[in-house]
């Protein structure tokens, strides 16, 4: 077996997370010569595995039901592969791998995460339009993640515009959430780049979606928060953005509105404003 093939084994194996994952993975590094694939016993040793864990590896790894799933999956690159996002690479857990639907090319675009609150405001939607024509002007790929609010927003001003959109999903790349984004979900497919961590069929789990936002704050050269509350999963993804050392930036919003107090304190702290387009192409092409 192939260090290719052995990491979407490694993927489709039930019980073990990135952490899990993750070990075995920079086990491998350290090693030279490994024969592939790796017994249970030794990725039992390596992991420290749990009693759930022992059990899919004795039971489940390299099982024929575990071959099936493999030839089940959809198109994938993984952490060793050229076309691999070198700013992806560097991240703490970088995905091992990555399953997608459309063009790798997007992947070689200077790009830019665009994200905000889920209770997205009209507001919200006019300082996109207003900002996207100049960033597909300027070359940049936008990433955000297909959730309701903002990130639909930015997915269709983003097609509208025909900026090349990259939208990063915390399910399967066969299954939409919500469902009412399964339409868009293929027109950025067709029109750009989907990207999951999961495999087929995995369906939205809570933890699923902050594992997701270090994919998109790890893809980007820089992330622009354009709406958010307090205590919005957005902010989430700017923190991940500055703990990788990227840009963070944030629109500035009225100074009465809920949806707009997270941006407004991410300026208090030091994030970069946004006012005009520039604010954006200038961090995104300078990183």
């Known amino acids: 077996m192939q260090l290719r093939e052995f990491l979407l084994a490694l993927t489709l194996i039930p019980e073990l997370g990135i952490a899990s994952r993750q070990k075995i993975w920079h086990w491998l590094q350290q090693e030279n010569q490994v024969e592939l694939p790796l017994t249970a016993s030794l990725m039992i040793e390596i992991i420290g595995a749990n009693t759930k864990q022992v059990t899919v590896l004795h039971d489940y790894y390299l099982s024929a039901e575990h071959f099936k799933a493999m030839a089940a999956q959809d198109a ?11 700013a992806l690479r560097e991240i703490y857990h970088a995905p091992l791998v990555l399953f997608y639907r459309g063009d790798l090319r997007a992947l070689q675009l200077p790009l830019v995460a665009l994200v905000g609150a889920r209770q997205a405001t009209h507001y919200g939607a006019e300082v996109l339009h207003y900002l996207m024509p100049a960033v597909q002007a300027a070359g940049i790929g936008v990433v955000s993640g297909l959730a309701r609010g903002t990130d639909y927003t930015v997915h269709s001003v983003a097609i509208a515009h025909r900026a ?16 009412s984004s399964a339409f868009l979900q293929e027109k950025v497919a067709s029109t750009g780049l989907l990207l999951s961590e ?75 404003c946004v006012t005009t387009p520039i604010d954006i192409i200038d961090e995104v092409l300078a990183y």
């Open 76 to 86: 994938y690159i993984t952490i060793i592969d050229e076309v691999y996002p070198v």
């Open 164 to 179: 090349v959109p990259i939208g990063v999903i915390g399910t399967g790349i066969d299954v939409a959430y919500p469902k």
């Open 198 to 272: 999961y495999p087929n069929g995995s369906q939205p789990l809570k933890h699923h979606f902050p594992e997701r936002n270090r994919i998109i704050a790890g893809l980007a050269r820089a992330t622009v928060v354009i709406e958010a509350q307090e205590r919005s999963g957005s902010l989430i993804t700017a923190n991940l953005a500055l703990q990788e050392n990227r840009n963070v930036l944030a629109v500035p919003g009225p100074v009465n509105e809920p949806s707009s107090r997270g941006c407004n304190e991410l300026i208090k702290a030091g994030a970069v």
